[in-house]
């Protein structure tokens, strides 16, 4: 008789697990008793996010029904997207779509809505909402600031945005005011709902947040920027530590009064792109000592609504699409000084030809190869010169008639949120325990990634 597959030494076996794709591990935990244990050591979280690799994660969005589902683009297997691989001079894509899930706001409510059998008002129906606007002081009070209305569809209330991913986590904020309100782990399934903020005398508007790391006190925060409004306004940056049950105000922030956008992590810093009409800037605050630091000139100072910013390949990036060619600059900040570098520019020749929208770089490859993603047309274009066709154009599908997407850059995570949290206070829910096999009306789409027609191009070219 030959050998059974318990009598793989562990090691060899963690070393196997250890390079497939994260449905596949998740997968493979059903194995058996000896797999399930393996998986779920916390030292094989760890070693696992060592050799991670930062992937898209897409949220389809439709504004008619709520959905929990998130999906994360990886390779088919360990060989990698193959994007550079050439079949009869056409380049082949092995990516796959694997199904997460993020939580709810007001999950119950919903959730037991439909268990019962009920059905919601028309998808189609806006109604308009009378809304107090309020805030919870530091004995629970609610302090009530006023009056607003707001128009909403039914399902509005149970959504959460997303506002930035940090070391496998998710940071999401209220639908409405766009507050932090919960951080997640779409793998392990894991989340916690944050504490509510300090009270403030006049009411405040969120002009920025996100989520970090510090890896100075090996702690996660989550940092918001607030403005006071008119007459006299100020603005103030308020940080909340994962496991602790309070928020604390550090300083005043010295940014415009508008919204920031693009938050993002790296090397211990946040940052946040800044368009007032009128120039164009990024801020940064170090989680570490807690205060702002100076950030480089931009590039350029035109332009805002056609830019994105995230990390690539561990460095902070802008990209910025013209008429004619898409630049992408990267923060070299491993001299005495920050500077931003070119790394791409691709002419893309003629305006009209060329699908307009803000590209966002996704993921740098080894090979050179440039992933990119367009949310006004929920496709991903891959970028690479040496290619027969450097454009390759990747459309989603089975989206619904009136539904967008959105996709960042996130790292798989198998670290468990008890290992990460500071206080041992904080409850730790989980997505797939609550109603997880439930499935709400916006949760019946299947998405695939569809290989379609290389965009037309006039030129291009690869800065060293």
Avoid at 11 to 35: F, G, H
Avoid at 244 to 256: Q, R, Y
Avoid at 348 to 366: D, L, N
Wanted: net charge negative; charged share 20%; glycine share 6%.
């Amino acid at each position: 008789m030959g050998p059974f597959i318990t009598d793989v030494p562990k090691s060899v076996l963690q070393d196997v697990i250890l390079k497939l794709p994260t449905k596949s591990i998740i997968m493979c935990k059903s194995v058996c008793k000896t797999w399930h244990s393996l998986i779920s050591d916390p030292v094989f979280a760890k070693l696992h996010f060592a050799q991670a690799e930062a992937y898209p994660m897409v949220r389809p969005m439709d504004r008619r029904s709520v959905s929990r589902n998130l999906y994360l683009v990886e390779p088919e297997d360990s060989s990698g997207f193959d994007l550079n691989d050439h079949d009869c001079n056409r380049s082949r894509v092995h990516m796959n779509l694997s199904k997460y899930k993020f939580p709810l706001c007001h999950a119950e409510e919903l959730l037991d809505y439909h268990r019962n059998g009920n059905v919601m008002p028309s998808h189609e129906t806006e109604r308009e909402v009378h809304m107090k606007i309020t805030q919870i002081d530091d004995n629970n009070n609610e302090v009530d600031f006023g009056d607003a209305i707001a128009y909403m569809l039914p399902y509005d209330h149970n959504k959460y945005n997303l506002v930035n991913s940090c070391n496998g986590l998710l940071c999401l904020s209220d639908f409405f005011v766009n507050y932090p309100a919960a951080v997640c782990n779409p793998i392990t399934g894991e989340f916690i709902n944050l504490p509510h903020g300090p009270k403030h005398e006049k009411a405040m508007t969120l002009i920025g947040s996100g989520l970090g790391f510090s890896p100075r006190t090996n702690e996660y925060k989550v940092v918001r920027i607030l403005k006071e409004q008119a007459p006299d306004p100020y603005k103030v940056v308020e940080i909340h530590t994962l496991g602790t049950g309070s928020w604390k105000s550090v300083e005043t922030a010295p940014c415009s009064d508008s919204e920031l956008s693009f938050p993002t992590w790296v090397k211990g810093m946040l940052y946040w792109f800044c368009y007032d009409w009128t120039c164009v800037s990024v801020i940064s605050f170090d989680l570490d000592t807690e205060e702002f630091q100076s950030v480089p000139s931009l590039p350029f100072q035109e332009g805002g609504s056609d830019v994105s910013m995230g990390d690539l390949g561990g460095r902070l990036c802008l990209c910025k699409t013209d008429c004619f060619e898409i630049n992408v600059w990267v923060m070299n900040d491993s001299g005495p000084q920050k500077l931003w570098m070119k790394k791409i520019s691709i002419r893309t020749g003629f305006s009209g030809r060329w699908p307009h929208g803000v590209y966002i770089p996704m993921k740098y490859f080894e090979n050179d190869g440039l992933l990119m993603f367009n949310s006004r047309l929920n496709a991903f274009f891959y970028y690479h010169p040496g290619n027969h066709s450097p454009f390759i154009y990747l459309k989603l599908r089975e989206m619904k008639k009136y539904s967008s997407s959105e996709a960042i850059s996130h790292v798989p995570s198998f670290i468990s949120l008890k290992d990460i949290l500071v206080g041992k206070d904080v409850e730790i829910l989980n997505i797939n325990s609550r109603c997880a096999v439930l499935k709400l009306p916006g949760e019946t789409e299947a998405l695939s990634l569809v290989e379609e027609k290389p965009v037309r191009y006039a030129s291009d070219s690869w800065e060293e």
